[in-house]
């Protein structure tokens, strides 16, 4: 199983080297590297990944700050490796934002099978976040359309049921969407306002 790319973010290159020597072969298509919080923050969303591995501390951030901006800007699964002594501390606080914690010194299979479940998570997390955004842009649709029936409305004095059939036809006749016909519509009447 493929579960795309991951991200490692830790202090040194020589520690992201090792967890990545520790990745399950084949399971990740593309591994990216990032030592800082901050070098981490802007490059996560353009490299695709689903997942993020970040090993705490870093040299800019505890680790689970990092962990929790990344939770609330992007669909990724996240784990966040911590020092034994802080993971009763940790763990709690980092559940709550659907982050997976591990205690370090950690093995190989204690590893794998956290990184499958996060994988896991992190595909569910991709479909609700493709569900949002179709439904996002099903609202904004909604809204064109009742603004550009609502100017029908006004300025052509027609029904409700009028403006619909009339915008329906229109999409349907000139093979659009109901959205750019409203666009249009939209366009046409508040330009003519100017």
Request: net charge positive; glycine share 6%; proline share 5%.
């Given at each position: ?68 901006d990344?939770a ?41 099978v ?15 976040a ?11 649709d ?44 939209i ?8």
């Amino acid at each position: 199983m493929t579960a795309g790319g991951i991200f490692l973010v830790s202090g040194t290159p020589a520690t992201a080297e090792h967890l990545a020597a520790m990745l399950p072969a084949g399971m990740f298509s593309q591994v990216h590297t990032a030592c800082t919080a901050a070098e981490a923050r802007r490059r996560v969303g353009e490299s695709g990944c689903s997942l993020v591995l970040i090993n705490a501390p870093l040299p800019d951030d505890n680790g689970l700050v990092l962990a929790r901006d990344l939770a609330a800007r992007h669909p990724v699964g996240l784990l966040l490796l911590v020092k034994g002594e802080l993971f009763e501390t940790l763990a709690g606080p980092a559940q709550q934002a659907g982050i997976g914690v591990i205690p370090k010194p950690v093995t190989r299979p204690v590893l794998w099978v956290a990184l499958r479940l996060t994988a896991a998570a992190a595909a569910r997390l991709q479909t609700y976040a493709q569900q949002t955004d179709s439904l996002r842009r099903k609202v904004e649709d909604l809204r064109l359309i009742n603004r550009a029936k609502v100017l029908l409305i006004q300025h052509l004095a027609m029904t409700e049921p009028e403006a619909h059939r009339c915008l329906e036809k229109q999409a349907m006749d000139q093979c659009r969407t109901r959205r750019s016909v409203a666009e249009e519509i939209i366009r046409t009447y508040t330009e003519s306002a100017s």
